[in-house]
């Protein structure tokens, strides 16, 4: 038997049909073509290969790679599963809730008139499982990737036991009535899903990261009944750009996944309304203050998120505990109200159904819900903002509403109409996305004109975040644990071109001993163009120009290399990346920086050039730009 890589060799010829037929050497002069043995061994070789699911993934994924139909079939699938996925969990959580808070058929956590004393004690246990669970999986030591992450760093690679995980924990918290909604399980699922399919298919970087995205934005028109909504949180949050290639794909993910949905009766969005809009000036800056409004709260929210976790971690409390101590606070918050709550799916429902609150009385919940959600992502429950800053949106037009019918009650007829401005401005500051609120508006209200409204609410406050704070609720977790992530743009390559793979490790070295005259007679002028200077242990001293040693005055031929060392404290580790490199090149003005093993004991490994460093990071960056246009 051949050895392996001879037959893989051997299977790689063969093309893509049947294999080749030859006239055997016995055909005699009737010329009857026929198969020779080495030829039909060859062509079972050939089949045996493309029927071993290895071989078959690898042909299905050239396909896909050859052909946009073939990607957007893919996504179709994606779609199709993001969907169900969704459905599973949805009814999970729901099942949960109702068996642990008592809940007749139909009823919603959130929309409770009231809360029984025994049942406040519900988040406080699931805060408890949760913790138990996070003291189980302490031995994994695996800090667990989501999904702008992934595409930001990692080239969409996503592990499926981390994703499940994820959606475990979310569960658990949302289940419970912790103030944290169920999108982020949603999409950590749907992008787990498509990032396993990509890799099955051998997807290249690029695919990959277009697959991650229809798979987050298909959970989201699934779980909000909005195919567009969807297609652009792909597009704004999880992808980072729009291009022409990511349209069909991602398109195709979204309505193939509310198409599953509404198989199920699932498929409508999360309100409806019919309110029709006219507008002039007095509106538009009505609209404006609100965005403002509305950014002012994002910020307030995500940076209370922030104190909440500081304060526990510089509590005596064990991490394990502190998500029971946040789930007593959350139950206590909903004695007074149990809108806070989950999410808030039926508070919003109520909301949009019922006449406006009072305005103290949407205040106050608008304080307590901002304090549940803080404090349940605080202490330690997982979950995202998305659905309960729709539902703090709303709050918040409804106090709006009653500011302007103080000012004048023609401004806003129906309290509909600042409630999704509301819901749309908040969601954008703490989400990011204004173009996704925007469609959100649109296909929850059918209304070009509202949709306009919304839009400006939503870039105005989208604006007021990223000029006073500069961070989403995503990245401004990373930013928490020290990351420099602002969104899911493809920075892995540059991240993963570091000195290491770029420095030349064929240098010329000399001792520091060596006399100017030595130096001379071994290196002539034109023989090289740098030198390094070690001292006897290898450790670094100094970089040497050849010409420097040819200057035609100052220099004592009897003395050592010493009078013309260079960069005498400046080196680069091979870990650094070409970023911060190139930040040292421009410092020290250097063309080019000896590198080191350890900055601490300098021992010369290489050398990079400032040249070649602006080579390799400008053919690195027209790969990427290549790769999005593709």
Known sequence: MPEPEAQQAEIDKAPDGAPDQAVPENAGAQGQPGWSASQLGKGLRWLQHRLTAEGMSAWMGSLIRRRETGLVVLAVVIGALAGLVVLVLRELAYGMQSILFQLSPGERLSALPALAFDLAFVPAIGGLLLGLLGLLLRRRKSRYVDLVEANALHGGKLSMTDSLIITAQTLISNGFGASVGLEAAYTQMGGATASKLGDFFHLRRGDLRKLVGCGAGAAIAAAFGAPLTGAFYAFELIIGTYSISTLAPVIAACISAVLVTSVFGQGHTVVSISQALSFGVPQVLLIVVSGVAAGGLGILLMRLVGVVERSFSKSHVPSWCRPAVGGLIVGGLAMISPSVLSAGHGALERAFASPPLPIGVAVSLLVLKVLASAVSLGSGFRGGLFFASLFLGALLGQVYFWLAQAISPGLFPDPSI???????????????????????????????????????????????????????????????????????????????LTVGKMMRRDVKMVPQTMTLKEFRRAYPLGSANRVIATRDDGRYVGLIDVADAYAPDGLDEAGTVSQILRQTDVMLHPALQALDAGALFEKHNAEAIVVVSDLGDPKVIGILTEAHLLRRYSNELEKARADLAQ
């Open 418 to 496: 600042p409630m999704l401005v509301g819901m749309a401005g908040l969601a954008a500051a703490v989400v990011g996305g204004p173009l996704t609120m925007a469609f959100l508006a649109l296909e929850i209200s059918g209304s070009l004109p509202l949709t306009i409204a919304v839009l400006v609410a939503a870039v105005t406050s989208s604006m007021l975040v990223r000029e006073t704070f500069g961070y989403s609720f995503t990245t401004w977790r990373f930013h928490l644990r020290g990351e420099t992530i602002r969104s899911a743009h493809d920075v892995g390559w540059m991240r993963n």
